[in-house]
């Protein structure tokens, strides 16, 4: 599901917003993800409700949340790549898990 391809780093993208954002979030929670997560959640709400993709395909949302959306990975203040792939299964999972009661509020 991940493209490694579209793996971001700092040099070409300092402008994307969510770019901006991950390496904020990151930086201010380095122990624990939470952050992130709720950031990643946060766009792909916003992405449910912005895409023109049939919302009941829920893998097929989710496949183009990580083709038009997502940085898959940073470089921290360290100069070290950090990925968050883990964080981003994580909220899959919740969405995926969660899907009835999601689509029941995004319609309403």
Known sequence: ???EEKDINAEENNDNLLFRQLKFFYEKGKKHNNYIK???LHHLL???KETNVD???LELVLEKFLEKK???SIMDSEGKEVNFKEELND???L???DKPE???DIKS
């Open 1 to 3: 599901m991940f493209d």
């Open 38 to 40: 709720a950031l990643f």
């Open 46 to 48: 916003d992405f449910f």
């Open 55 to 57: 919302i009941n395909n």
């Open 70 to 72: 997502i940085t898959f």
């Open 91 to 93: 909220i899959f999972q």
């Open 95 to 97: 969405i995926r898990r």
């Open 102 to 104: 999601l689509l029941y």
